[in-house]
C-alpha cells in the first residue's frame, strides 16, 4: 500500500489561449470512474458548443487505473500528453478535462501537444496540490478528568485528531503515521500515567 500520494487541493478552471484557441482546463478531485465520467459530463454539458472535450484521469493511490480521451483530436495528441502530465506531477484521484474552442488557426501536431499538456500543467500550478499520507486510525479512551489536556497535548504535537466524543469517557479519534505507532503509545502511557487505552483500527490517507 502507498506510504503517500498527491492530489488537487480544490477543483476548478485555468484558460489558456494559443494562436486564437482558447484551452479551458477543468480539474477535479475524485474517488472512483463513475465520479470522473460525470465531471467530464458536466464540464461537456457546460461547453456544448465547443470542439473538443479532451480528458485524462488517474485514480488510486498507486495510479493503478488511468485513462485518456483525444475526442475527436489527432490520436495522441490531447489525452496521452494530459495523462502524461497527471503521473508526470505524481498526481493522483485527479481528472482533467481540457475544452478547446477552435481559433481558426491549426497547430500541428506538436503545437496540440504542447497546448493540451501546459493546460494541464498550468492548472495545476494555479490551482494547487497536496500530499495524502497513509495513517493507521486509533482511538484513545480516557477520563473526563484528564481529556482536555490530553486533546490540547495531541494537536500540540501534530496529531492528527479526527474527533472527540463524550461519553462515560472521552473516546479521542485520531490519525497515526504506521512507524510511530509504538512510540505513541508509550508517549501515552507516560502522558497519562498509564490510564489511557489506546486501540488500533484499520487504515486511510489524510494531508500530510
Not at 475544452?99 to 495545476?124: M, P, S
Request: hydrophobic share 40%.
Amino acid at each position: 500500500m502507498q506510504e503517500q500520494y498527491r492530489t488537487l487541493a480544490h477543483a476548478g478552471v485555468h484558460e489558456i489561449e494559443i494562436n486564437k484557441s482558447r484551452f479551458l482546463c477543468a480539474l477535479a478531485p475524485v474517488a472512483t470512474e463513475a465520479e470522473a465520467q460525470d465531471f467530464i459530463a458536466a464540464v461537456r454539458k457546460e461547453h456544448p458548443t465547443a470542439r473538443h472535450h479532451c480528458y485524462a484521469y488517474v485514480l488510486g493511490a498507486d495510479g493503478g487505473v488511468q485513462k485518456a480521451s483525444d475526442d475527436g483530436e489527432p490520436g495522441g495528441t490531447a489525452g496521452v500528453p494530459m495523462l502524461q502530465m497527471l503521473l508526470r506531477r505524481e498526481m493522483r484521484y485527479v481528472v482533467a478535462v481540457v475544452t478547446r474552442y477552435f481559433g481558426g488557426v491549426k497547430l500541428g501536431a506538436g503545437g496540440l501537444i504542447r497546448a493540451y499538456g501546459g493546460a494541464v500543467g498550468e492548472a495545476l500550478d494555479t490551482l494547487g496540490t497536496v500530499v495524502r499520507r497513509r495513517y493507521r486510525l486509533a482511538t484513545v479512551t480516557v477520563d473526563h478528568q484528564r481529556a482536555g489536556k490530553l486533546e490540547n497535548d495531541l494537536r500540540a504535537t501534530g496529531r492528527a485528531v479526527r474527533e472527540v466524543i463524550y461519553g462515560a469517557e472521552v473516546r479521542i479519534g485520531i490519525g497515526l503515521p504506521e512507524a510511530e505507532v509504538e512510540a505513541f503509545g508509550a508517549w501515552l502511557a507516560d502522558t497519562t500515567a498509564g490510564s489511557a487505552v489506546l486501540e488500533l483500527g484499520g487504515e486511510a490517507y489524510g494531508e500530510a
